[in-house]
């Protein structure tokens, strides 16, 4: 073990002192909107207390280093570190994109306030939970990550899920290819889901197939999900959002799963705006311009999650 990487992220309230400078005139703004600023404060302090205490927990077990998630792209972890994440369960996701073999333990730091499937573990728990992983004794499971590589060689990986459309809400068109088939688009753009990121957007977009399919058709339509998927399994799934058949454009090719053995790819046909991004963080993404060829597959490596 090299150190231990405290991965933190700024509170509602810290966004909000930070747009309007002083913590008074952040409480101006939301009493205007007649909103609670004291759970504002309520939440903005419990996170910093479990932040502190799972400072001092670890600290008792090796070196901490704490970085905050924004510096996550061009933060460099030593391959020995063991990462531990303080927050709601998306920061665990945007954490393991940028690892390699390394051990995420997520701590859930408001268990009154958010669920935690990701970050399961209590603070209070730390230390116990960081001794048994460095001594090999916690259960780790892995997790499928994708990946996006351009024509141009820029490279993104993704936990939960790959957006692939236009900045805007115009079309984005695009070519398509699903192993030997292919189809010109125009869409709202494509969702590509790890089986990680299948309980998020990717269930939302089906459920709202399912529903205008049903109240179409006149006929109960039922989807068949996996409550409990392999976070660990070699496969991805893609859905078009709102494609549009012309005379130009094709709506086959609008739904699939891809595994090890598929090629899939998408040539954009967008002058400008096109972009790729990932698991839900805009700020980090890719261009996607006219001719450049993005592939996605599944990543050569997988993500560890402690969990027990």
Do not use: C
Not at 137 to 165: H, M, P, R, W
Not at 179 to 190: A, C, I, L, M, P
């Amino acid at each position: 073990m090299e150190k231990i990487i405290l991965i933190h992220r700024p509170t509602r309230l810290d966004s909000l002192v930070a747009r309007f400078n002083t913590r008074q005139q952040a409480k101006f703004y939301i009493e205007h909107l007649n909103a609670d600023f004291s759970d504002y404060e309520r939440e903005h302090d419990t996170y910093y207390k479990a932040l502190e205490r799972l400072a001092v927990a670890a600290g008792r077990m090796g070196k901490v280093q704490q970085v905050e998630w924004k510096f996550l792209p061009n933060f460099i972890f030593g391959k020995n570190d063991l990462v531990l994440t303080v927050g709601q369960d998306g920061l665990v996701a945007n954490t393991l994109k940028y690892l390699d073999s390394q051990k995420v333990i997520g701590f859930n730091p408001d268990s009154e306030r958010w669920d935690g499937v990701l970050s399961r573990f209590a603070v209070k728990d730390a230390q116990n939970i960081i001794e048994e992983t460095f001594n090999n004794e916690s259960s780790v499971k892995k997790i499928t990550k994708a990946k996006v590589q351009l024509s141009d060689n820029q490279v993104l990986y993704a936990v939960n899920d790959f957006f692939i459309g236009i900045k805007n809400h115009s079309s984005a068109r695009y070519t398509i290819r699903v192993g030997d088939k292919s189809e010109n688009h125009s869409s709202s753009g494509v969702i590509v889901s790890t089986p990680l990121g299948q309980s998020g957007w990717m269930k939302s977009i089906m459920h709202g197939a399912a529903g205008i399919a049903e109240k179409l058709s006149e006929n109960p339509v039922t989807l068949k999900e996996e409550s409990r998927m392999d976070w660990g399994k070699d496969m991805l799934t893609f859905a078009v959002r709102e494609p549009f058949p012309s005379v130009s454009t094709d709506a086959g090719l609008i739904f699939g799963n891809i595994d090890s053995g598929t090629k899939f790819e998408i040539e954009s046909k967008m002058g400008e705006n096109g972009f790729v991004f990932s698991d839900g963080i805009q700020d980090d993404f890719l261009d996607f311009n006219y001719s450049v060829i993005a592939e996605i597959s599944i990543a050569g490596n997988k993500g560890n999650l402690v969990v027990n």
